[in-house]
């Protein structure tokens, strides 16, 4: 069962301004919960999108290890404003309560903070849905895609699609959109790279083998237990070891 937790946080937006004072799970997702200095500058280059082996096993885990629950997370870029889009990590952040607002924008301004540290940049959203044979974004995943948006113009958003979510499977289980006039549209799949998929495959299928699937941590389980590191440095490390023998640079 997902767990709900307790917590009184009270956190200021950087683009509104709101605050918000909780001490339970209870508000609906009304207050924007995005802070700002991470996101990347606007700008209107639209196309082509690479999404690391990082970032793709590291959401590939996240929906595994919580496969009744919806979960969602952060895509990141190390790559320059304005330079092609390249999602290269991702931060898992909840697999439960999607749609409230005080503890994602916990999560976020903590997300936001750790990028300006490591010159990262906020560049979309994903999300796995609890139903696998749903991969359409929620009024939640579309909320948030929406405030990133704001701050990022070829923000994408992702929705893992857990129908193709099997060993084997010849192309990955992702959905990508982009925002197009005025609304979430389908993003052309000839845009969209993942290079060396089997490659990709065999990591992620290497890491379950190993039982480093476990190491992953989202910012859900961070609140149960804060001696559980949400950046995952553990769990990047493991992979990057995987990836260099495998094809150098994926």
């Known amino acids: 069962m997902c767990s ?3 917590l009184q946080a009270a956190v200021t937006c950087d683009i509104c301004k709101c605050t918000v004072l909780t001490k339970k799970r209870t508000l ?3 207050s924007c919960p995005f802070p700002s200095s991470s996101y990347e500058e606007k700008h209107t280059t639209m196309g082509e999108v690479e999404l690391s082996c990082l970032a793709y ?7 595994s290890q919580f496969p009744r629950c919806s979960v969602n ?3 990141l870029s190390s790559s320059p404003a304005g330079a092609a889009s390249c999602i290269t990590d991702c931060v898992p952040l909840l697999h439960s309560h999607l749609s409230l607002a005080p503890i994602t924008q916990l999560a976020l301004t903590q997300v936001d903070v750790w990028c300006s540290q490591t010159q990262q940049r906020i560049v979309g959203y994903y999300q796995a849905n609890a139903c696998v044979s749903d991969s359409s974004p929620t ?7 929406e405030k990133i948006f704001e701050q990022c113009n070829n923000a994408v958003l992702l929705m893992i699609d857990g129908e193709k979510m099997f060993p084997g499977c010849r192309v990955p289980p992702i959905v990508m959109y982009e925002r197009k006039d005025a609304r979430w549209a389908l993003k052309d799949k000839h845009t969209i790279m993942l290079r060396q998929w089997e490659e990709t495959c065999s990591i992620v299928n290497q890491l379950f083998s ?4 476990t190491l992953l941590v989202d910012f859900d389980s961070h609140l149960d237990d804060i001696t559980k590191d949400w950046t995952n440095q553990k769990l990047n490390a493991k992979i990057m070891e995987l990836i260099s023998p495998a094809n150098g640079n994926v």
Do not use: E, R
């Open 4 to 6: 709900t937790k307790t």
């Open 57 to 63: 096993a590291k959401m590939y885990l996240h929906a």
């Open 28 to 30: 609906p997702f009304s």
């Open 73 to 75: 997370g952060l895509l």
């Open 210 to 213: 190993s039982g480093d699937q």
């Open 139 to 145: 009024p939640c995943a579309l909320k948030i895609a």
